[in-house]
């Protein structure tokens, strides 16, 4: 398909804020309409799908089908499953002297979202914050990634024929587009893709003063403490960094451990990648290819054929790089200064937990952070030590799967989160109610001027709150009533007055 021409991304804007206006995604079945649809699509064209992503990066099927169309299947039920609990007004309970309020919080909308999506799960990563913002009751606008061209032109067509086009639209193009949505009539903004764009998104919206979510990257570490059941670590290391080529922000960058750990390890990697893609990659259908010739030469330079003890293949003409690692590593090596994405496994040997955890605070925080051990107390001191975006212990990038857990990154990993309840709080508006009774009025009538010594003791004394206290009931509920009450005998007590007077 053809880039979006420039000159129609206003009239895209014009559509979307009238759609937005008349009310229409603010109904709850409107919004599961658009779910129920998103998972249809997502179920009848999974094939199509995977043979997008083939064709952009060698990516085998089954990675699309289970980690880009399985994911959001699950995402698309989870969501129906609880939305409407979470689009419910959550009345809130208070200590004196706020109890005979009524207080709560309204999610509202924010209006047109703009998604920006990634290559590496193009799928996946492109329509995971879209459920988010149907459900909150947003229009979007989703910019996939030209870097998978065949997998953005799919989610371009299967986007218009499955889902609302008057509330939800594509645009296809590179930066100039890009620009021009960034400019252009938003509320709030989704990036997914590096540290270094992701700043220049964040510097559009802060011009703008909308929320932005920034889902980035960086260089997760991986401690394998010297307790670590060695053969479940290999394989898990193993798949987490061959996974779609290593193109994945969740992926393993870098191992720490002891040199006894080292030589443990290294054989079970190689015989997990073996069993995984044969002795000779290259040539088996299961391993992917680095998606364009520019990232080819970018891994490629991170290659010291000098430390390489394992794989450093390259063929230019398929973009392809064999699993690789690489040993003898320190922390000034060109492979330690950014973030892989890629097949290059270096190893970095410490003495202990205390060391790994002193390299690791050196650098900035990672999206997550992995530790092999078998002493839960080890590992909990290795997370109350450090800081990232998320912590799986003796596996690698499942604590993405589960939704009752937000997803996203710390530092210059990424701002925000997002999955389940996460992604409909991120694309909503918290909107604070307060309803005053009037009955109070004796009481609230003592904060207006003028002021005096037993006035202002009097409203301090009313006005604070204090320690151990706990919340009372919704007293509204019981004062409402009697406030009603009272104003009709109020007003019926004037009446008859007026009536005498005459």
Known sequence: MAETPLDSIPSIFQDLRTSFKSGKTKSIAWRKRQIEQLYKMCDEQKEAFASAAHADFRRPSAETLLYDCGVLRNECNHTLNHIDEWARDEYRSDSLPYATMDKYVHPEPYGICLIIGAWNYPFLLTLSPLIGALAAGNCAIIKPS???????????????????????????????????????????????????????????????????????????????????????????????????????????????????????????????????????????????????????ERVTKLIDTTKVVYGGQTDAKENYIAPTIMTNVNGTDKVMQEEIFGPLLPIITVSNELEAVEFINSRPKPLAL?????????????????????????????????????????????????????????????????YSSTWSEFLVSKRNPPYDQKKTATLESLAQVRRNWLPLPRLSLWFWPFSATTTAITTHTGDRDVKDDK
């Open 146 to 296: 030209e870097l998978a061209p065949n997998s953005a032109a799919i989610i371009a067509k299967m986007v218009e024929r499955y889902l609302d086009p008057s509330c939800i639209r594509v645009v296809l193009g590179a930066v100039d587009q890009t620009q021009a949505l960034l400019t252009g009539d938003i509320d709030h903004v989704f990036y997914t893709g590096s540290t270094m764009v992701g700043k220049i998104v964040m510097r559009a919206a802060a011009e703008k003063m909308i929320p932005v979510v920034l889902e980035c990257g960086g260089k997760c570490p991986v401690y394998v403490a010297d307790d670590a059941n060695i053969g479940i670590t290999a394989k898990r290391i193993a798949w987490g960094k061959t996974i779609n080529c290593g193109q994945t922000c969740l992926a393993p960058d870098y191992i720490l451990c002891s040199k006894t750990t080292e030589s443990r390890l290294i054989p079970e990697i190689v015989q997990a990648w073996q069993s995984f893609y044969t002795d000779n990659p290259i040539n088996s259908d299961s391993y992917c290819r680095i998606v364009n010739e520019r990232h080819f």
């Open 370 to 434: 992995y530790i092999f051990t078998s002493n839960k107390s080890l590992a909990n001191t290795v997370i109350n030590s450090t800081s990232s975006g998320s912590t799986c212990v003796n596996d690698v990038i499942f604590q993405i799967a589960p939704q009752c857990l937000p997803f996203g990154g710390v530092g210059e990993s990424g701002l925000g989160n997002y999955h389940g309840k996460y992604s409909f709080d991120t694309f909503s508006h918290m909107r604070s109610v307060a």
